[in-house]
């Protein structure tokens, strides 16, 4: 699996766009960029994936560079709520893979 | 209705005890997985079963024995505990095809 690159913590003022960045420049033709978070204490919670096209839902918005080597994943209006650890992590989407969580970016949501 | 639910939520042993953690999921997946996150907050896959075959072992001593009595539980056996084994478990599930994991509360195992 391609591993990731995030920067290791992040600031965000409530109300406005939280912009979070992940590199992944190994990246495969068939991985696919998923993103997780996990509240303290709390098991982690799908986000959203994608494979070359932007994404959105009801959560955020993941963008994709053309060249796929790198994404961003954008809270729209953060909440005091969304402070987590996000990771990105790439991986086939199959059954014989398991996610490979890295550090993660810590984001603070500050009122 | 919890999706993935773990139990217990908390477990305190002590040393060379053998415990058990349980996990359903009412999903309807085909996919399971145990996690394992050390006090440094690392997330690691432990094990994966599919349809109640084992597909995915990583390494993990041999007193670490998953059990999966149908698709919807897998159960976690932990042997002759040590105190290296305090973490939280996590438990997940996913459809086939997927990797979109849905976690349990997780299990917070503290051997004394």
């Known amino acids: 699996d391609a591993k990731t690159t995030q920067p290791p913590s992040m600031d965000c003022a409530e109300g406005r766009a939280a912009n979070l960045p992940c590199n992944h420049s190994t990246i495969s033709g068939n991985e696919y960029v998923y993103w997780y978070r996990q509240i303290h204490s709390q098991g982690p919670q799908y986000i959203i994936h994608?494979?070359?096209n932007n994404e959105t839902n009801e959560m955020a918005s993941l963008i994709i560079t053309e060249d796929r080597k790198s994404s961003t994943l954008i809270l729209p209006h953060a909440t005091l709520r969304d402070t987590a650890v996000y990771y990105c992590?790439?991986?086939?989407?199959?059954?014989?893979?398991?996610?490979?969580f890295g550090k993660g970016t810590s984001l603070l949501v500050t009122p | 209705d919890t999706a993935v639910s773990q139990t217990p939520k908390y477990l305190v042993t002590q040393m060379g005890n053998d415990k058990s953690i349980k996990c359903e999921q009412n999903l309807g997946h085909d996919t399971m997985y145990w996690y394992k996150q050390d006090s440094k907050k690392f997330l690691k896959i432990m094990f994966s079963y599919n349809n109640k075959e084992l597909i995915i072992n990583e390494t993990v001593p041999n007193r670490f024995s998953p059990k999966s009595p149908d698709k919807a539980h897998l159960n976690l056996h932990i042997n002759s505990l040590e105190l290296g084994d305090s973490a939280v478990y996590f438990c997940a599930s996913s459809q086939e095809g997927t990797v979109k994991a849905f976690f349990g509360q997780g299990t917070r195992l503290t051997v004394v």
């Open positions: 992590i790439v991986s086939y989407s199959n059954s014989g893979y398991a996610l490979n």
């Open positions: 994608g494979l070359k």
